[in-house]
T-cell receptor
Framework: GAVVSQHPSWVICKSGTSVKIECRSLDFQATTMFWYRQFPKQSLMLMATSNEGSKATYEQGVEKDKFLINHASLTLSTLTVTSAHPEDSSFYIC?????????????FGPGTRLTVL | GEDVEQSLFLSVREGDSSVINCTYTDSSSTYLYWYKQEPGAGLQLLTYIFSNMDMKQDQRLTVLLNKKDKHLSLRIADTQTGDSAIYFCAEIYMTTDSWGKLQFGAGTQVVVTP
């Protein structure tokens, strides 16, 4: 149980284009999902918290217009990197909390490797 | 968030026990977690411990919590080559939002040698 998937697993795009990454909870409902960014050999950096039916909460220093988050249903959150540039190349990982879980335990997806040329 | 510190590297021989240490600073953390990350993959939840517990055992994994010293450790018995990965310690901290956020350590690279 508590499986989270991401799509795509990896994507290469040209500078200036937009890329959408999906995060799905496969066997549970998730009212809250998180988006992280991870640079090589570093820990995870929280970018934003996504709540179903409401606006995402962004961490300090993360551009809202650059990283658009939509949590359209209890099983799907999307991250769109708009007008991507090489510095946006990174490993993006999402996580989800089971609805009603008082421990707030986060279950992580497998990550999406984004390379911007 | 608060700081979580881990040693960066651990080398262990196959069959031996591994002990990964972690210190945290937020005494109000209710849960503390251990995650495993293999190359190019996401994070796999290994185990977590509630802050009012001293120890939790789950098959080859033993978590020890010293709340007074804010010290958490993960012991892996009979370490196998498949245990080679990066292990992240994380504490949950509460914010003004209605959900907890995770503060991660830098991760400990565990290398298992034959």
């Amino acid at each position: 149980g508590a499986v989270v998937s991401q799509h795509p697993s990896w994507v290469i795009c040209k500078s200036g284009t937009s890329v959408k990454i999906e995060c799905r909870s496969l066997d549970f409902q998730a009212t809250t999902m998180f988006w992280y960014r991870q640079f090589p050999k570093q820990s995870l950096m929280l970018m934003a918290t996504s709540n179903e039916g409401s606006k995402a909460t962004y961490e300090q220093g993360v551009e809202k217009d650059k990283f658009l988050i939509n949590h359209a249903s209890l099983t799907l959150s999307t991250l769109t990197v708009t007008s991507a540039h090489p510095e946006d190349s990174s490993f993006y990982i999402c996580s989800a909390i089971l609805a009603g879980d008082s421990t707030d335990t986060q279950y992580f997806g497998p990550g999406t490797r984004l390379t911007v040329l | 968030g608060e700081d979580v510190e881990q040693s960066l590297f651990l080398s262990v021989r196959e069959g031996d026990s591994s002990v990964i240490n972690c210190t945290y600073t937020d005494s109000s953390s209710t849960y503390l977690y251990w995650y495993k990350q293999e190359p190019g993959a996401g994070l796999q939840l290994l185990t977590y411990i509630f802050s009012n517990m001293d120890m939790k055992q789950d098959q080859r994994l033993t978590v020890l919590l010293n709340k007074k010293d804010k010290h958490l450790s993960l012991r892996i018995a009979d370490t196998q080559t498949g245990d080679s990965a990066i292990y992240f310690c994380a504490e949950i901290y509460m914010t003004t939002d209605s959900w907890g956020k995770l503060q991660f350590g830098a991760g400990t690279q565990v290398v298992v040698t034959p």
